[in-house]
Every structure is written in C-alpha cells, then in structure tokens.
C-alpha cells in the first residue's frame, strides 16, 4: 500500500495491454496472472477505401445467432433477450461522471464504478465485434471465407455476449453496493467456463485472422468496416479483449477487498468472489496449456517416409491416419 497518498488520491484502474506478438501461457515469466497474454496487430496501411454498407436479414445464419443490424452507431448498449431479439440496456446514471474525480467518493466507490463502467465499455465491444464484423460477414455471401475458417475467427464470441451483457444487468442493478457486486460474480461462477473454450480457440483465431489479410479481397474488407466504423483499432485487438478481461476481474475485486473492512457484513462474499475469479483465471491457463500439449503431441506422430521415385520428394502422414498423406519437396541452393 502506497504510504505516501491517501486513498481517494490512488489511481483505481489496473490496466490491461496485450503486448505479446503470439500465442504464449496467459502468465509471465514469474508465474504471475497476466492480463497481456495475448495480441495480434495488423500493420496494414489504412488506405482511402468505398465504404460497404452492410444491412442484416434478421434471419438465423447457420451455427451463427445473430440477428441484428449491422449498422448500429449509437452509443448505447443492447442485450439479447429471451425472444431472441436485441433490447436496449439503459445508460447508468453515472456514465458521464464515471471517471471524472470525487472526494466524496471512497476508493472502494470507485473501484465498484470503474469494474461497471469498464464492464459497459466491453459489452459495447463485444456488440461491435458480433454486429459490425460477424454480422457483415454472414451478409455479404460473396467474400471468399469458409465457414470454419469464420468458425476458427470468432469462436464462441456470440455466447460470451450474451452472457456478458446479462452480466452488465445484474451489475447495474446493484446500486453500487460492493457485496452485492461481488455476489454476481459468485452466483455466476460456472457461467464463466464459457470463456476456457475462447481462450483455447485464441490462437485459431489468430491464425484465422493472419489467413484473412492475406486475401486482398479480405483484406480490403476488414480495412473497410474499420473505417466504416471510425475505429482506431483493427479486428484483432477487439478479439483480444475477452482474454484481457477475464484475467482482470480478480484483479479488480482484490482492489475492493484491500479497502473493505475485513469486520465488515459481506466481506466473506467478496473474498469468495476473489477466489472465484481467481480459480477461473488458473483453469483457463490450465486448459490451455492441455490443449497446447495435445497439440504438440499430434505433431510429434507424424512419419516422413522417402519417395522411391526422387530422393527429393517425401511423404508425410498421421501414424494413426495414414490415407492422409502429403507430400514435401526439398529444395537444394546451389551457390553461383
């Protein structure tokens, strides 16, 4: 605890900023719970482009739910409701002054604010990545994309924003109460092995999305919609933010326990929330580092068997699927 400043002077937010350029362990060299696990950055030249106006049939899109228009610049937040449709999620009355500084306003205030606030902000996120990219892409049937190679891009995104902006709900109606705050988080604990299956299919994603901006067809496309959507960041960094997120809220709770009075009625809930939180943030990292190893495994079954034919060609196959073989050439530099 900083000695030197009074508490209503600390800054509240723990930041969070991918920084990575692979798909490394969601934890840092030290083991520590990291939060910048992850980041793919797209150094394409923004170029003037015609902007492609996207429009959305309302319809069921195969494995994909979305049935929004794209085009929905307005800066409120909605949420899928039970008939399936999209409600408009009331801005919280306190938006506006969120952030601006109150010595009225206790750390553990703020805190409580910044964790809503930050929570409206990525829902918001969530809502661009499902409407303005997902939705775009599932109407404009003639860029060249497959369905699993969309499937790989988004994974699971849509679940996520539904289960988030549910989240934000039940967080608004909390009245800023920090037990209750952390109660949410406690009540919706299993909700969140959602994000395990995101986190394990990141990496895919990643790849998915390095395959897209090879295509210039593709490309151009997603050049388009950001700047059809004024967005100073590209895809990539949007499809980030659910790993940044969930390795941010133990951070965020433990920053409301610091400052709570351990006597206090409702300290054990946030404590079990800590913990929760907590215990989500190592199972993800434990599931992914599973998936990786079962990864690596299967690439270390392959066989190399020489051609008979030419002593450059070679056959590569599964040991335990051998009807898919591929073939590899070698290629000799001889020096001039």
Not at 102 to 120: A, F, G, H, Q, W
Not at 275 to 282: K, L, R, S
């Amino acid at each position: 605890r900083d000695t030197d400043r009074s508490d209503s002077d600390r800054p509240v937010s723990v930041s969070s900023s991918g920084s990575s350029q692979d798909a490394r362990s969601l934890y840092g060299s030290n083991g520590a719970l990291s939060a910048s696990a992850y980041h793919i950055d797209c150094p394409h030249k923004m170029e003037e482009v015609d902007i492609r106006q996207c429009s959305n049939t309302g319809k069921e899109h195969g494995p994909f739910k979305l049935n929004r228009m794209c085009n929905n610049n307005n800066n409120s937040v909605s949420r899928p409701g039970t008939d399936g449709n999209f409600q408009q999620l009331p801005t919280s009355p306190i938006a506006t002054r969120a952030m601006v500084p109150n010595p009225k306003l206790s750390y553990v205030d703020r805190v409580v604010m910044e964790i809503i606030e930050t929570e409206r902000m990525y829902v918001r996120d969530l809502r661009s990545i499902v409407e303005d990219y997902l939705g775009c892409i599932i109407d404009t049937p003639d860029l060249p994309t497959r369905p699993d190679q969309v499937s790989s891009l988004f994974g699971n995104i849509e679940d996520i924003y539904e289960f988030n902006s549910d989240l934000l709900q039940d967080l608004d109606s909390c009245n800023h109460d920090p037990v209750a705050v952390a109660k949410c988080f406690v009540d919706k604990s299993h909700y969140f092995e959602i994000y395990t299956q995101y986190c394990t299919n990141y990496p895919n994603s990643v790849a998915a999305l390095t395959e897209c901006m090879r295509n210039k067809i593709l490309a151009k496309f997603f050049r388009e919609r950001q700047a059809t959507l004024k967005r100073s960041l590209p895809l990539g960094s949007y499809l980030l933010k659910p790993v940044q997120r969930i390795l941010k809220y133990h951070l965020l709770l433990q920053e409301i326990a610091k400052h709570f009075d351990d006597n206090a009625e409702g300290y054990d809930v946030i404590e079990e929330a800590i913990d929760t939180m907590t215990g989500v943030a190592w199972y993800i990292n434990d599931m992914k580092r599973k998936h990786e190893h079962s990864v690596r495994l299967q690439c270390s079954m392959l066989m190399l068997i020489e051609s008979t034919r030419d002593s450059l060609y070679f056959g590569l196959m599964h040991y335990k699927n051998s009807k898919q073989q591929h073939t590899v050439q070698v290629h000799v530099l001889v020096p001039l």
